[in-house]
């Protein structure tokens, strides 16, 4: 009874870990593109990149939700799964530029005049000698976002997705055991997250450059 | 020879299975539910007897019975889409699912936006207390000095936003609406709130299980018939389901299910 109670929650996490593999390196992608155009873009596109953050940071995540699910079916038809996972995905774009943002601006500026000076063009300066330092700069405070979208993606439950948060709703209404459904979710949810951030750490001290902060 | 043969087969299989599920489009809703062999219904799996899980994850309950015989008699497979009671009827307006079955009560606000098959069952409210409480509930108006709870979007919400809380009887602080029966029936035990107003039906069951209840009040005020939930304007459909609820009532298969999941009719 007891093993059949907590494996049904658990079947949940394929989901969880679905939509966080959609959603992260979506947000990932778009959000370095546009951290690069706010940087380094000309005050146009940077103007546009600011925009963009401010907007949808101002948006709450289920609110997109219902948006791509409900309001814009007539003209595309997304499952609840594809549209929970790209509300995350855009949503977490906009935090994750704030994140590559203040790392890109944390690589001195001498360091792009430098290279400069050795002749180096702007694009390859950025690929060579700035990101490869604000990547590894990006990796704590991108940690946290990684958490935040891992659990976020709890939200896609009211679509009716059968992730964790959901079987453990339908499960404490039909046995009235809450505490033992929604423990089992909270658990669930801090391994995955536990893990994660173990990982993430260990990629942050293997990546180090010796002698730098 | 024989991969020129090989290849020869593959492209012919796949230009049948092509024609096979050709561009004939459907003339409406039904026929495209029986073209497709199978009907997507939605439901709340949280509202026991009704609709509700088993420890294993089956759907279990009165409409989850009788679906699966309606789904039978139209001879099409049945696909449960569970999702958050108050996201059904959103889902039947986009087309996200064929239909709905979640002891939906009739009302007129909610036949605005939707259609409604005939009625399979009836029910009635009740209004349920904490087994210390010491207050009086003679009248339904009576609970408008109380702290109230409610489901959200059901048509008791409806009813107490109406009679009670528009008219200046019961202050907005003093209506809690939760998302679920359940979670508004564990409040009332841990005494947040004073009286939960439900479908009967789902009260007894809760009464039943969570213990240190007791159910003062029972009638139709809000609720009545019981429907299942269809597209706007889809008269095919309506048609067929109507037909299928009536055989299914002068059969008795109906009073069975009753008996089966809720103990009465």
């Known amino acids: 009874m007891l093993v059949n109670f907590v494996s049904y929650i658990a079947q949940g996490t394929a989901i969880t870990l679905g939509v966080t593999a959609v959603a992260l390196p979506m947000g990932l992608v778009l959000g370095l593109l546009i951290a690069l155009v706010h940087v380094y873009g000309g005050r146009l596109a940077s103007g546009i990149a600011t925009y963009y953050s401010t907007i949808l940071r101002g948006i709450p995540p289920i609110v997109l939700l219902f948006i791509l699910y409900f309001v814009i079916s007539g003209a595309i038809n997304l499952s609840p799964f594809w549209a929970g996972s790209l509300s995350l995905g855009i949503i977490s774009s906009a935090y994750q530029l704030e994140i590559l943002r203040g790392a890109l601006l944390s690589v001195g500026s001498g360091q792009m005049m430098a290279a400069r000076a050795i002749g180096m063009s702007r694009l390859t300066a950025v690929r060579y000698i700035v990101l490869p330092q604000a990547l590894r700069l990006a990796i704590p405070p991108w940690s946290n976002e990684a958490a935040i979208v891992l659990k976020d993606s709890s939200l896609v439950y009211a679509l009716g997705v059968a992730e964790i948060l959901r079987r453990a709703q339908l499960l404490s209404a039909s046995t009235q055991r809450p505490f033992l459904a929604y423990g089992t979710a909270a658990a669930i949810y801090f391994l995955l997250v536990f893990a994660v951030n173990r990982l993430l750490d260990l990629l942050e001290r293997r990546t180090r450059i010796p002698s730098h902060p | ?265």
């Open chain 2, 1 to 265: 020879m024989k991969r020129f043969l090989a290849s020869t087969l593959l492209v012919i299989l796949i230009l049948a299975s092509l024609a096979a599920c050709g561009p004939q489009k459907a003339a409406n809703h039904l026929e495209a539910i029986k073209q497709a062999g199978t009907i997507k219904v939605g439901t709340s799996a949280d509202y026991p007897p009704f609709e509700s899980v088993d420890a294993n994850g089956n759907k279990i309950g009165f409409d989850i019975d009788l679906m699966s015989e309606v789904a039978n008699r139209l001879g099409v497979k049945l696909e449960w889409v569970d999702m958050p009671f108050d996201s059904l009827i959103a889902a039947v307006q986009e087309g996200k699912i064929d239909m709905a079955i979640s002891a939906f009560n009739y009302s007129e606000e909610r036949d605005q936006q939707i259609d409604f098959s005939e009625a399979y069952y009836t029910s009635e409210d009740s209004f349920m207390v904490a087994e210390g409480f010491t207050g009086q509930i003679s009248n339904p108006e009576d609970v408008a000095a109380y702290k109230v709870g409610v489901q959200t979007s059901t048509t008791q919400d409806s009813w107490l936003t109406d009679n009670l809380v528009t008219p200046g009887l019961l202050s907005e602080e003093n209506i809690f609406r939760y998302d679920r029966v359940d979670q508004a029936a564990m409040d009332l035990t841990a005494g947040r709130i004073d009286v939960l107003m439900s479908d009967y039906v789902p009260a007894q069951a809760l009464e039943k299980q969570l213990g240190g209840l007791k159910i003062v009040y029972h009638g139709v005020l809000s609720s009545g018939p019981v429907n299942m939930v269809i597209p706007e304007g889809d008269a095919e459909l309506k048609a067929e389901l109507d037909k299928i609820i009536q055989q299914l009532i002068d059969e008795g298969f109906i009073d069975e299910l009753a008996m089966k999941h809720i103990g009465a009719q």
